[in-house]
């Protein structure tokens, strides 16, 4: 495997980790046993898991945009997904958290990555134009 299809991997891990973090941090508001900061946290897991998600997702397309790559294209396309479906899930579990935590960034990340996502994809799908490589002499 090439380099950049290694770095499209590490960016749908990612993506699992920050709709697993966000799923959990979820379910823990709806009976929380201690007090806990949601706007901080949320920030803090955005900023250690979808924010490089985002940087490999870019970096990967970066590398194999010259002649395209199905593959590279499908892995980018299966990590915007993963924040969709993912998001979507944590949208439904909104109501269900307590009062005082359902503050401003609570409500608004699901929606928000939900949008990222979508051009997360349309980049992948980009990657799906293949160009003939060019002959290289010898």
């Known amino acids: 495997m090439a380099m950049e299809k290694y770095i499209a991997i590490a960016g749908i891990a990612l993506c699992v980790m920050f709709v697993g973090m966000i799923i959990t941090i979820f379910q823990f508001m709806n009976e929380p046993t201690i007090d806990i900061h949601p706007a901080e946290k949320i920030l803090q897991f955005i900023s250690m898991s979808i924010a490089p998600a985002t940087v490999m997702f870019g970096t990967s397309f970066m590398l194999a945009r010259k002649f395209g790559s199905r593959q590279i294209g499908s892995l980018i396309i299966t990590g915007g997904m993963i924040v969709l479906v993912g998001m979507f899930v944590a949208n439904t579990l909104i109501d269900d958290i307590d009062k005082s935590y359902r503050v401003y960034t609570v409500t ?31």
């Open 108 to 138: 608004i990340t699901p929606p928000l990555f939900m949008l990222v996502s979508i051009p997360i994809m349309i980049f992948g799908a980009l990657l799906f134009r293949l160009k003939k490589r060019p002959k290289k002499y010898f």
